[in-house]
């Protein structure tokens, strides 16, 4: 079964991990595409076919300002992505839960009990030099 475009859906369009870095660059503001080149330090031509793929899928909008071409996310294109990642947010919170659980049990194990009574406190006097 051959692969579908990555024009075809936000998904496809996000499995490239240099357009999830453009895509989180964009979401603090709107930028023009020499920002993005250099912040990605990347070659101007890929920055623009990334770009363009984004765009293509809805998940990046542009405006002209004067001679610029300005781009911004969409973030109403993003939910997709958001609804169908928090389907996983139950199961990850599951495996948190245990992991933070596990870590107190082990850290209570591990440190001693001040009160416990194997353990006498410090009792002798400190000598005066």
Same mark, same amino acid.
């Given at each position: !079964?051959? *692969?579908?475009?990555?024009? &075809?859906?936000?998904?496809?369009?996000? %499995? $490239? &991990?240099?357009?999830?870095?453009? #895509?989180?660059? @964009? /979401? /603090? &503001?709107? *930028? =023009?595409?020499?920002?993005?080149?250099? /912040? !990605?330090? #990347?070659?101007? =031509?890929?920055?623009?076919?990334? @770009?363009?793929? @984004?765009?293509?899928?809805?998940?990046?909008?542009?405006?002209?300002?004067?001679?610029?071409? #300005?781009?911004?996310?969409?973030? $109403?294109?993003?939910?997709? @992505?958001?609804?169908? %990642?928090?389907?996983? $947010?139950?199961?990850?919170?599951?495996?948190?839960?245990?992991?933070?659980?596990? %870590?107190?049990?082990? /850290?209570? $194990? &591990?440190? =001693?009990?001040?009160?416990? =009574?194997?353990?006498?406190?410090?009792?002798?006097?400190?000598?005066?030099?």
């Amino acid at each position: !079964m051959s *692969r579908a475009a990555t024009t &075809s859906d936000v998904f496809n369009a996000v %499995a $490239e &991990s240099r357009r999830r870095d453009i #895509l989180s660059y @964009l /979401a /603090a &503001s709107e *930028r =023009p595409v020499g920002d993005i080149v250099a /912040a !990605m330090e #990347l070659e101007q =031509p890929s920055v623009s076919k990334h @770009l363009r793929v @984004l765009r293509d899928v809805g998940l990046v909008r542009a405006r002209r300002d004067g001679r610029r071409i #300005l781009y911004r996310t969409n973030a $109403e294109a993003i939910r997709p @992505l958001n609804e169908w %990642a928090a389907t996983f $947010e139950r199961y990850w919170q599951h495996q948190l839960n245990a992991v933070k659980e596990r %870590a107190e049990k082990m /850290a209570g $194990e &591990s440190s =001693p009990d001040l009160r416990s =009574p194997n353990i006498e406190p410090d009792t002798k006097p400190k000598e005066k030099p």
